[in-house]
């Protein structure tokens, strides 16, 4: 006998699905921003090439590119407060592996966008006057963040998919939504393609934005 | 007359690591004068040049450029953070890439030292900026970027960058060098026209006929060191070393008499 679908259940639970969506986009925009700033901090200190800097910050972002993004989440969660012997409230625990995750890629990223510029561009500044600050501030970033912000938006997009592993500590986004209404529903089928469908129709918009974006500093 | 030297270099070392790029180079430019100088690739003429501005930072010897005195013997003469700054916005340099700023346009490429460096009014600095681009001949394209202009265009823009902080000093590292033959000339001829208005100017070139007319003082550099100097047609003409005589049968008829 083939499998009957019936997606009416799946609706009956729209209040969960709409919890759930905010709740993940909640968690994307949040670690999105955290690891902004972190990256820009970080790429920014990566500039001084001094060792004392450089160093911890090259092991903290090849750390966290080396290690499983859900064993992060998990470490955070149940590890990181016996090690600091602190109570972190849930959610904050489960955002901080994400957070530092998308920090260490926005590292990256800034210190790329940085180092891409001409030579030229820094020697010019340098022989017309120009202090670090004012070369940075009116010549450098902004040919720099052009650059930046394509790769930012593409890891951002993975960062939002990425939160769908937050389901391993019971945060409740998207996917444990999802797994809780199979709990009630035993209807696994509907509800994963919905939770899928649900990513894609957020990220598809997203992902021709950053093309679009791609192309445009391409000019 | 000491007043009257605008740079004077004494015993001007640079060294990377192990290789000496500059060996001990001594130079004197009077207020006004237009030194040039020539030398085979690798003869360490650019990075003399670069060393002037502190672009690159001597290993050793003195340098001085108007009122301002370095010894790199002593550490603690070598300027640093805006103390550098500032001595470097005294003067202009221009590069064999040009090395405009992309994001702006020629005007706002001129404006780019006063507006910055100097933190002169937007106003002020743009009608410095667009009378040194009718100068240079560009009156009609303060509005095109970079991409938009040719190779002698971007590099006459940026000698007006160059100029609008009004330097004591003018470094050319190359400038048209990686010019199309063509273009090289609208280039030399504004050049050419600093000279004639009094420019103090050091230049790396390889464009023997400017050298010829338009310098006071022409340097000849090999394996970082200055093998021999004197006036323009001397030099040029009668050159007394052997090296210089060498290097310049590359350039054999190329160089015309002065008229």
């Known amino acids: 006998m083939p499998y009957k679908w019936d997606f009416s259940l799946v609706v009956n639970y729209a209040h969960f699905w709409v919890k759930g969506l905010a709740v993940t986009l909640a968690y994307s925009a949040g670690t999105v921003l955290g690891g902004l700033i972190i990256g820009v901090i970080c790429g920014m200190l990566l500039l001084y090439r001094r060792r004392w800097v450089t160093l911890p ?82 010549i450098i970033l902004p040919q720099a963040i052009k650059r930046m912000v394509p790769p930012f938006v593409n890891q951002s997009i993975i960062q939002l998919k990425n939160t769908s592993l937050l389901y391993v500590v019971a945060i409740p986004d998207l996917m444990y939504t999802g797994s809780i209404i199979v709990s009630d529903t035993f209807r696994p089928l509907e509800v ?28 | 007359m000491t007043n009257d030297v605008m740079v004077r270099v004494e015993g001007l070392r640079k060294s990377y690591g192990a290789v000496e790029a500059v060996r001990g180079v001594s130079l004197d430019v009077r207020r006004g004068q237009a030194v040039v100088i020539i030398g085979p690739s690798g003869c360490g003429k650019s990075t003399f040049l670069r060393c002037i501005n502190l672009l690159e930072e001597p290993s050793a010897g003195t340098l001085q ?66 009378d040194l681009l009718a100068k240079v001949g560009l009156g009609a394209f303060t509005e095109r970027y970079p991409r938009e202009l040719s190779g002698g265009q971007q590099q006459r823009v940026a000698i007006a960058r160059a100029m609008a902080m009004e330097p004591q000093l003018m470094l050319f590292d190359e400038v048209t060098s990686a010019l199309d033959p063509e273009l090289v000339g609208e280039v030399l001829d504004v050049m050419k026209q ?5 420019t103090t100017m050091i230049v790396v070139t390889h464009e023997m006929n400017f050298a010829r007319d338009v310098a006071d003082h022409v340097v000849v550099m090999d394996g970082g060191q200055v093998v021999e100097h004197g006036a323009a047609e001397e030099v040029l003409l009668q050159p007394k070393n052997p090296r210089t005589q060498a290097f310049l049968s590359r350039f054999h008829g190329s160089i015309a008499a002065r008229t």
Not at chain 1, 77 to 86: G, K, R
Not at chain 1, 110 to 131: P, V
Not at chain 1, 195 to 212: E, H, M, N, Q, S
Not at chain 2, 194 to 198: F, P, S, V
Request: proline content about 4%.
């Open chain 1, 57 to 138: 910050i090259h092991f903290y972002v090849e750390l966290f590119r080396c290690t499983p993004l859900l064993v992060q989440i998990v470490w955070f969660y149940f590890a990181l407060p016996i090690v600091l012997q602190v109570e972190l409230p849930a959610w904050f625990a489960a955002g901080i592996g994400l957070t530092l995750y998308m920090g260490a890629f926005s590292t990256e990223i800034f210190r790329g966008g940085i180092i891409s510029i001409d030579k030229g561009q820094w020697q010019a500044s340098r022989a017309l006057g120009m202090t670090g600050g004012e070369m940075m501030r009116h």
């Open chain 1, 192 to 219: 994963y393609t919905s939770v899928a469908i649900a990513y894609f129709v957020v990220l598809y918009p997203l992902t021709l934005w950053a093309a679009r974006l791609e192309a445009r500093v391409d000019q």
């Open chain 2, 65 to 130: 450029v108007g009122e301002r005195s370095i010894d790199f013997g002593k550490r603690h003469t070598m300027p640093r953070g805006r103390d550098l700054a500032r001595f470097r916005a005294r003067i202009g340099m221009v590069f064999q890439q040009f090395d405009l700023f992309p994001h702006m346009t020629a005007l706002r490429n001129v404006m780019s030292g006063p507006v910055i460096v100097k933190k002169m009014p937007t106003a002020q600095a743009e009608a410095i900026a667009r």
């Open chain 2, 194 to 198: 600093l000279a004639a208005e009094g």
